[in-house]
């Protein structure tokens, strides 16, 4: 039973890979509502 736990990922291992994984979606995400807040900003500015 031991050789079953301690041959597999760890938490530790999870936990980071989740939050690479996390960092990566928040990142695009983040650059998508970046981009259409910018290009919102140019059509009004483009307006005026």
Do not use: N, P, W
């Not at 039973?1 to 301690?6: L, P």
């Not at 970046?34 to 307006?47: V, Y």
């Amino acid at each position: 039973m031991q050789d079953y736990i301690t041959s597999g990922l760890t938490l530790k291992d999870i936990e980071q890979s989740l939050f690479r994984h996390m960092q990566k979606q928040y990142g695009q995400l983040l650059q998508q509502v970046l981009e259409e807040i910018d290009r919102t900003l140019a059509e009004q500015r483009d307006k005026k």
